[in-house]
């Protein structure tokens, strides 16, 4: 059923007692729940009622009316009274919360911050008690059930600690009318503040803290400025509220200058008497001394990061009954503190649809902000892109999200976006009863920077240029500048990274990689000069280039696994090498040109990823050095090749080997196999295979093995696109065999799957297993041409064996990701192919789609015209009647 927007009535049920009573008797609860869902269930649904969720014992349901929701809940309530539960699990009394507000949807989800105030309005009730919000109150207190009145309970602050709200409880024929006190806040110690904002994106968190500080004396929440910290302490400590008899008290450390001022700002908010002969310190701990379940909270330790560890070491050793919740950029470094690292809100994955997008925490938070802002603000299909850009570029940073969601009031998110380059002049309108350094983004990282060392501040300027991730040695070559030494910025490094400066994250082989977020890169360049910039993106760009040099070699040797996801994790370094030594206005620097030509074969296996490189190297190729100009030219050939532009491919190939630097018989070689697989992509099959066969009889004069092997492999290929297998099978063959003996993967893939569509019409199974080989080789990182067309090729070969389903699946695989690498080239065939399939199975209507999206997505300079159709598409006809027929 469609979940209902606007005014709504939300509905969240929960059994009391119900813990205990799984541990004892999990079977008859396992029953006992099966009944209690029946009957809310029902009584929700017959009255127009959605449930939209369950957790645990309790569930989630929404109304388009409030009169109907105050008679499911009378009604269930009622059924539950009414049910027999037997001795053994004993009444089941559920507690329930109404709550109406507008329900606004991300999607297919509502966003969370009604759904949170309605639960813990139904939190502070007790089994068999029903509790109405005042705004439901209004809506129906003139049209109760027969015999029901609302009796006011006055006004109460929930856990969420907002403002108090007034709550009303349900009394009638068959409920309860007795019940102790709410537990809100009002009934427990301490000086948790309102909050005036609700508290959104954090579920997943939550319970993490709650297990933290349930194991640990000392939690530390840590993060970078902006990121939440204090929000979340706050709410944890509402929510563990019961577990404190001696109740929670925040202390705000951010106007403290010093360590004795910090003492007395803790002092003043526990309300603790100086004590003769003691310091202020010492006085507090003394008056912790008889608490026996206390919770303190200590808020923005990071510029006293020292003097709280004190402290709160001294309250951990003599105060037994009191537990500490801290929030620091940084660990206080006292024994026994559990860390818990706070990271930005969630983001919505690029080009996700309405649904997704909702979903995020980042947006979730956008939406409700803009909402506040701008009232008819709704996230809707033409405003999601803009709302999802602003929250990845903001890094799903709460403050900045905030900042940006003000603007909301005057500008649209698309506009927002498009100023976020100029995020600090953007992001300036913060609330006005915020501090004065969460006014603005700038003077959030302002307070961050301050805190920093000179060296350490050096670091993080440096480390500004590296637009993505990076590891340590790249870090000291690049960052090392103005007398820094290797060790310097290490140690800086691991410092920025203890501050919540900089991420650390997992990369490819156990190593450690390290990330600046956008808003921190931002901050960082803004505080170098422009010569001094350049400077540093010099040697970034140098850097690179050197790395390329050292990897291009490995990726035709066996080390070609091991090196394919390094050069995959400094994609966007090598992008900013490229682009900043190729920069309009300025002489080109040898670094671009010299990290085309160093991963000229990497275009053989991630071919997308460099050809943007390599063309913006063509466009300047007068300003290469003259011995790369053949290599960069190759390395365009292949980009052009695999994205479906074969005129393009055929110019470069050619130029690349009429240059008069052509003569490494490697570069060569491999160009020829490009202009190979042209003639047979383009109706001159028997050409292309003569062309491999040249050149790979001139390799294997000059020993080169692996490229024999390649060339064989695209000997077959031209003769597999003639239909003439019986020519294709001995070079196939015999590509496998030397694949096999000098154990390149990317060769490899490309043989086995090379093999199989020689065999496959006399041996489909022997077929299917070379396709597993290379699809195995392929997804570890091999070749992603390669994995686009064994995909292609499984599809095809299954259907062969009567494996309908595997083979739309595997076809429908290939697409995906034909379509995510930008091979248009391998799309297109695979679209007619697979249209052709369910066309012979007799599904007519995906057929036509499939003819349609191949119509758009076919590259028209591929359509060289023989005998009045197109080769490719005959080809990918013919093949796909066969192995449907």
Not at 718 to 726: I, L, R, S, V
Not at 760 to 767: C, E, F, I, L, Y
């Amino acid at each position: 059923m469609e979940l209902p927007h606007g005014t709504v009535t939300f509905l969240f049920t929960d059994l009391e007692g119900s813990t205990r009573r799984w541990e004892a008797h999990p079977a008859e609860m396992k029953d006992a729940l099966a009944r209690h869902d029946v009957i809310v269930r029902g009584a929700v649904e017959s009255h127009g009622g959605v449930v939209f969720s369950t957790m645990g014992d309790g569930m989630a349901a929404v109304f388009a009316s409030a009169r109907e929701a105050v008679r499911a809940v009378l009604a269930a309530q009622q059924g539950l009274g009414a049910e027999q539960w037997g001795e053994v699990t004993g009444p089941l009394a559920a507690r329930m919360g109404l709550l109406t507000d507008e329900g606004v949807l991300g999607g297919e989800h509502y966003l969370n911050q009604p759904l949170n105030r309605c639960a813990r309005l139904m939190a502070a009730g007790h089994g068999g008690q029903v509790l109405v919000s005042g705004a439901t109150e209004q809506l129906v207190r003139d049209d109760l059930p027969g015999g029901c009145a609302l009796v006011e309970l006055g006004e109460h602050r929930l856990r969420d600690l907002a403002r108090p709200v007034r709550i009303f409880q349900l009394a009638g024929p068959g409920l309860r009318g007795q019940f102790p006190p709410l537990r809100t806040l009002e009934g427990f110690a301490g000086n948790l503040p309102v909050q005036l904002s609700s508290f959104v994106g954090r579920d997943r968190e939550m319970p993490g803290l709650a297990a933290a500080m349930a194991g640990s004396a000392l939690v530390t929440v840590t993060g970078p400025g902006g990121v939440g910290k204090t929000r979340l302490a706050l709410q944890a400590a509402a929510d563990q509220l019961p577990s404190f008899s001696d109740g929670a008290w925040l202390c705000e450390l951010a106007p403290a200058a010093d360590q004795e001022t910090m003492a007395q700002a803790v002092a003043a908010a526990l309300r603790a008497r100086p004590r003769p002969g003691l310091s202020v310190a010492g006085s507090v701990v003394e008056f912790l001394r008889t608490r026996t379940a206390l919770l303190l909270v200590l808020d923005n330790c990071e510029h006293l990061a020292a003097a709280a560890a004190s402290l709160a070491a001294d309250i951990l050793r003599g105060c037994p009954g009191v537990r500490i919740l801290a929030t620091s950029q940084q660990p206080l470094g006292v024994g026994g503190e559990q860390v818990f690292g706070l990271r930005p809100l969630s983001l919505p994955p690029p080009g996700a649809g309405l649904a997704a997008v909702g979903a995020s925490g980042a947006v979730s938070l956008f939406a409700q902000r803009a909402a506040a802002a701008r009232s008819d603000f709704t996230l809707t299909p033409a405003n999601v892109a803009a709302v999802g850009e602003i929250c990845r570029r903001l890094d799903g940073i709460p403050l900045a999200i905030e900042l940006a969601a003000a603007r909301v009031a005057a500008m649209r998110p698309a506009e927002i976006a498009a100023l976020l380059d100029e995020r600090f002049r953007l992001l300036t309108r913060g609330r006005a009863d915020a501090s004065a350094r969460q006014q603005t983004l700038q003077a959030t990282l302002e307070w961050s920077y301050a805190l920093l060392g000179p060296a350490e501040r050096r670091v993080f300027d440096g480390l500004g240029v590296f637009p993505g991730s990076f590891d340590a040695e790249a870090a000291a070559a690049v960052a090392g500048t103005g007398g820094l030494q290797r060790w310097d910025v290490l140690d800086g490094l691991t410092s920025l990274v203890g501050k919540s400066l900089v991420a650390v994250e997992e990369g490819p082989g156990q190593t450690s990689r390290y990330r600046l977020l956008e808003t921190m890169r931002a901050y960082a360049r803004q505080q170098l000069a422009a010569a001094e910039l350049g400077r540093l993106l010099d040697r970034h760009a140098e850097y690179y280039a050197a790395f390329a040099e050292r990897a291009g070699p490995e990726l035709v040797g066996p080390s070609q696994l091991e090196w394919q996801p390094r050069i995959r994790a400094e994609r966007d370094n090598l992008q900013a090498a490229v682009t900043w030594a190729l920069a309009e206005g300025s002489q080109p620097r040898p670094a671009a040109f010299r990290i085309v030509t160093a991963l000229a074969f990497f275009a053989a296996t991630s071919p997308t990823i460099i050809r943007g490189w390599a063309e913006a190297c063509v466009a300047r190729i007068g300003e290469c050095p003259p011995e790369l100009r053949a290599t960069v030219l190759g390395a365009a050939a292949y980009g052009a090749f695999w994205a479906g532009d074969l005129p393009l491919a055929q110019r470069r190939a050619e130029d690349a080997l009429q240059d008069p630097g052509a003569s490494d018989p490697l570069l060569t070689g491999v160009i020829r196999g490009v202009l190979a697989q042209i003639c047979a992509l383009t109706g001159q099959p028997e050409r292309g295979a003569g062309i491999a066969r040249q050149a790979r009889q001139q390799a294997a004069e000059q020993g080169i093995e692996s490229l024999v092997g390649m060339l064989l492999t695209t000997e077959a290929v031209a003769w597999t696109a003639a239909g003439d297998y019986a020519a294709a099978r001995p070079p196939a063959i015999e590509a496998v065999e030397i694949a096999r003996r000098i154990q390149n993967p990317a060769l490899s893939a490309f043989a086995f799957c090379t093999a199989a569509a020689a065999i496959w019409p006399g041996d489909p199974q022997a077929a299917l297993a070379l396709i597993e080989d290379a699809l195995a080789l392929a997804r570890a990182g091999a070749s992603d041409p390669v994995l686009d067309n064994a995909l292609t090729w499984a599809g095809l070969i299954r259907a062969r064996t009567g494996d309908l389903p595997g083979a739309l699946a595997a076809l429908q695989e290939a697409m995906a990701q034909q379509y995510a690498d930008g091979n248009r080239l391998s799309l297109g065939i695979t679209l007619r192919i697979a249209a052709v399939i369910f066309a012979r199975l007799g599904e007519a209507e995906p057929a036509a789609v499939l003819s349609g999206a191949f119509s758009a997505h076919f590259p028209p300079s591929i359509s060289a015209v023989h005998k009045g159709e197109r080769m490719e598409i005959r080809q990918a006809q013919s093949i796909a009647r066969h192995a449907a027929g």
